[in-house]
T-cell receptor
Framework: SQQGEEDPQALSIQEGENATMNCSYK?????LQWYRQNSGRGLVHLIL?????REKHSGRLRVTLDTSKKSSSLLITASRAADTASYFC?????????????FGKGTLLTVNP | EAQVTQNPRYLITVTGKKLTVTCSQN?????MSWYRQDPGLGLRQIYY???????DKGDVPEGYKVSRKEKRNFPLILESPSPNQTSLYFC????????????FGDGTRLSIL
């Protein structure tokens, strides 16, 4: 399995601002998933982007994928205090490695009211 | 409601006393997995199962056992717990096949004294 590396490690913004976090990975992927974790809770799946997609939207979330640079970004628009959480990316390879998600240290997003 | 349920949520115990953390899902998912989360190390996969009676090691399997006798249950067994297994543990499940998100339980916080 391969691990994504999220950047920055921590991000603090004001409510209403946009938040952008990035993910880099090393080898070819089948898809890349983003998850959110509220403090001490389980991970919640946010969005999945396939390797043949370049951009995907879900509500206030926008994910881009650049396979040539082996990177992805997650944009949260009009942030709210409830968006405060850690965000993880999980690049998944093809075949058997599709299930062995490996998570990095994540980006800790703090949205100040 | 679709969910992954872990028990117990919190446990403090002593070195060497066998313990089992249960995990149950009600979505009829074939795939189930256990992760541990430690500060500075992110989430790491312990074991996973592609279906009943099919289990395989993840990245950190030492000191753990699992079984998959029924589709819905995937218990994590610590035969002789040690302090380095103090951690936050998560169970997850998913459909098999490409591009399937994982559903996580709320976690079990284990402290081994």
């Amino acid at each position: 399995s391969q691990q994504g590396e999220e950047d920055p490690q921590a991000l603090s913004i004001q409510e209403g601002e946009n938040a952008t976090m990035n993910c880099s990975y090393k080898t070819s992927i089948n898809n890349l998933q983003w998850y959110r974790q509220n403090s001490g809770r389980g991970l919640v799946h946010l969005i999945l982007i396939r390797s043949n997609e370049r951009e995907k939207h879900s509500g206030r979330l926008r994910v881009t994928l650049d396979t040539s640079k082996k990177s992805s970004s997650l944009l949260i628009t009009a942030s709210r205090a409830a968006d405060t959480a850690s965000y993880f990316c999980a690049p998944t390879g093809s075949g058997g490695s599709n299930y062995k998600l490996t998570f990095g240290k994540g980006t800790l997003l703090t949205v100040n009211p | 409601e679709a969910q992954v349920t872990q028990n117990p949520r919190y446990l403090i115990t002593v070195t060497g006393k066998k313990l089992t953390v249960t995990c149950s899902q009600n979505m009829n998912h074939e795939y189930m997995s256990w992760y541990r989360q430690d500060p500075g190390l992110g989430l790491r996969q312990i074991y996973y199962s592609m279906n009943v009676e099919v289990t395989d090691k993840g990245d950190v399997p030492e000191g753990y056992k699992v079984s998959r006798k029924e589709k819905r249950n995937f218990p994590l067994i610590l035969e002789s717990p040690s302090p380095n297994q103090t951690s936050l543990y998560f169970c997850a499940s998913a459909w098999t096949g490409s591009n399937q998100p994982q559903h996580f339980g709320d976690g079990t916080r284990l402290s081994i004294l």
